[in-house]
């Protein structure tokens, strides 16, 4: 999965596809039409900096930066696009401009927003995050990572299926970063088999977060490497879906490891 952020402020890119209000199409273009050669099989589209510290936006800033992008994609690539939001009527109208995935950091939890993917009967992904962005990151703190991790994502998972969601249209993500400090995101990296064994198909992204940052010392900018090792490792415990953003990259890593484990 590759990420386009339509956004100034997020941690590693902000800015790079944004332009006064909204996106700059053809840089959007040209960096998603490299991601598909270099072999990403979805792309991520979002509008709402979720870094933390983060501030929220309104819903026409979200309208603005997101909808332009899913019609421009649709209209120009073969390849599904899923829309990183949790506001229904943005779910909406990026399912309507083309979008066939919702993938979503609040795990439906806005009102409305569980119904409006029941209705919209596309996958969504649920993720867990301990607070909001603009706070998650001031002193989490958990009575066992792990465990409350899984109890979250079941709790979700048992409302979108009594909401309606179909369990096919279900994937989890532990939410690495999001409300975490580097010992919880590694307990969760090492338990990544455990939720891969609660039966849906499972997302990481860690792509140039702080917690690689904290392991290599090494600024935002110089954390390809790290990046591509943890998304080869979680492939390698079974995750479905990487979310990055060096896709060429990582995705020379997932071959070499395919042709290994297929040869074994």
Do not use: W
């Not at 700059?24 to 273009?29: E, H, K, Q, S």
């Not at 709402?48 to 979200?62: M, N």
């Amino acid at each position: 999965m590759g990420i386009l952020n339509i956004t100034p402020d997020s941690f590693s890119d902000g800015g790079r596809l944004y332009r006064s209000g909204s996106a700059d199409i053809d840089a959007v273009l040209r960096l998603s039409e490299q991601m598909v050669a270099e072999g990403a099989e979805i792309l991520d589209v979002g509008g709402e900096s979720t870094r933390p510290g983060a501030a929220l936006i309104s819903l026409q800033q979200e309208q603005d930066r997101i909808l332009p992008v899913v019609q421009a994609l649709k209209s120009s690539l073969d390849i599904p696009v899923s829309v990183d939001t949790s506001t229904p009527e943005v779910m909406s109208q990026a399912v309507s401009a083309g979008a066939s995935m919702i993938n979503d950091v609040r795990a439906l939890r806005k009102p409305g927003a569980l119904e409006t993917a029941a209705q919209l009967d596309v996958p969504v992904c649920l993720m867990h995050m301990l607070g909001e962005p603009a706070s998650m990151q001031h002193d989490p703190v958990y009575r066992q990572v792990e465990d409350d991790v899984v109890a979250f994502l079941r709790e979700r998972i048992n409302a979108c299926l009594e909401a309606g969601i179909k369990p096919d249209n279900i994937i989890i993500d532990p939410g690495f970063g999001f409300g975490k400090q580097l010992d919880h995101n590694l307990t969760l990296f090492r338990a990544l088999p455990n939720f891969v064994d609660m039966g849906f198909p499972v997302l990481v992204g860690v792509s140039r977060k702080s917690m690689l940052g904290a392991i290599l010392d090494r600024p935002v900018d110089q954390r390809l490497v790290g990046s591509v090792a943890m998304a080869m490792l979680a492939a390698q415990a079974g995750v479905k879906i990487v979310r990055v953003h060096d896709v060429g990259a990582t995705a020379d890593a997932l071959k070499i490891m395919r042709a290994i484990v297929e040869e074994r």
